[in-house]
């Protein structure tokens, strides 16, 4: 059957919207020097920017699932107060300016902080470290793990978690065998936003981690700090910031296309 | 030593008023049958598990898995998986991400059997169902009737002490249903079954006892046999298909209704119970009944016809029934009566909600017994 034809300006509108977005994408485009992008991105500031920023994001998306999923299992059921509260606090991360999340973390972990002062006596510093990084990281991208996780876990169908009960499993056989299972989708989604999300973390890290070559500098603290001293470096890791970021968001449509189509 | 029921309940469920008592022998079939809401699903919840009484308890094989005496005591429950009752549902529910052959393994390794034995085990239920051949289909690309029988295989597949049919055949095809009902009434031989349907073939097809419950309450219990041709509730008597007639024994042969109807009939079982006073039950076979054109005075059979019942009433609704007209009448006292007759003499009577008619029976199509 036919849908009501929408109006005609909507489509240019619309067309509006999407060659405003694309703008800038064309206008980095432009002044890529693409001749010099591998010898650009093979610089010893660009490999160890990016091999930095692989390991803690790597790191930081495996804590997310690891430390988010329970957390996600947990929401999905609940629905009172104290669910409302714990929901706002694990979501907030995603709306706060990370700037702010990062000096959050650096009154808490830092070397005179609420909790770091107490580390620092027992000899651990996390203070512009690279662990400073991978927690930044790691604060800033759960969110997306969670909301994602728990959307999809609301979804699963509680009769199947009933029969496999039924059968015999005891819940954590359950979690792992049905429930888990059934969403793991979601959970390759939200890993992969995590990541993305990760790996375009700037504010709070710098403001926690600092900048050091090698051990906090990651890839978009290369960038910003390239970007007038050495133009053409700091476009050679955009483009590849950017590629990563739709590879990823095309994983994660894939996957869901994939389950709707399962599904049927 | 005397051998436990399979399962008996004896509790009380607050939140949906349900206060049940009923027990399920070992190794008999139990239809629980009812209207939309009674209690039937939550009966089927407790004994599964998934619901703990408010007050009362639940036993299996004599054991308590689940029990509350006094408000504030501690309660006992058995969760879901530590007991073996498994449940076939209308929809069959198999695990959309194993293929036919590790759902039904499921359950054996689930209560810790070895992969390969669980397989084994697996592929022996799958034969018994006749699905062997789709051990490796994914549930999507399975049937509805197939989905069933492996939902069947896997539920088998973990020796159950008490399996639970919650309306298992409503979901199918009216084509493949009766393969699927002859399947269960094959491999549940022997078992000890709950089985909550609305379809009275399955009542004959799969359980040997019928419990009615009615508003949270058992209403009346019995065999098959029992309750489908001397129901004491209307919901029983549409099961059985036919309408039913309260009042009080007034002769041999006659009960009186609460508004002075005199219903007359033929006593299925000759008991001392059927004296003057006590309340007895009338069943009507809608297709026994005929309409007339209300013209008679109340109450008063017409002299020169052999037909000896005749009850003033009003149409109260008329709807298809087949090729005939089913039209369903309330007697003065508001018990409802159903006749089935021709659509023709429904439309030459001008039948429709609100009018008045005269119901005639012959005496010999009236079957009365006393209400227990």
Redesign the interface.
Known sequence: MLRTPLPRWLLAAAVVTVLLLALPLVGLAVRIPWAEVPSLLSSEAAREAMSLSLRTCALSTVLCVLLGTPVAVLLARSNGTLAACARTVTALPMVLPPVVAGLALLITFGRVGVVGEHLSVLGIEIGFTTTAVVIAQTFVAMPFLVVALEGALRSV?S??E??????????T??LG??TL??V?PAVLSGASMSFARALGEFGATLTFAGSLQGTTRTLPLEIYLSRESDTETALALALLLIIVAAGLMAASAWVARRTVV??? | MTEHPAAALSCRVDARDVDLDLTIPAGRRVAIVGPNGAGKSTALALL???LRPDSGEVRLDGRIVSAHRVPGSPRTHL???R?????L?Q?P?L???LTALENVA??PR??GTRRRDALARAHTELEAVGCADLASRRP?QLSGGQSQRVALA??LA?DPELVLLDEPLAALDVEVAPAIRRLLADRLTGRAVALVTHDPLDLWALAGDVVVVLSGRVAQTGTVEQVLTRPTSDFAARLAGVSLVEGEVVDDDELRTPAGDAVTGVRSELTDSWRRGVRAIATVDPRSVAIRAHSTPAGAADPTSSVRNAWPARVVSVAPAGALTRVTAELRDGQRVHAEVTSRSAADLALAPGVGVMLVVKAAQVALYPRP
């Not at chain 1, 009933?162 to 819940?171: D, F, I, K």
């Not at chain 2, 007991?83 to 449940?87: D, K």
């Open positions: 169908d009769r199947l009933r029969t496999a009960a039924s059968l015999g499993a005891s819940p056989r359950v065998t049905v299972p059934l793991l399962r599904h049927d | 599964a598990g998934h969760p879901a998986h007991r073996r009752v498994v449940t549902e929809r529910g695990f959309p991400h499921y359950g689930a209560r999507h896997r539920a973990v």
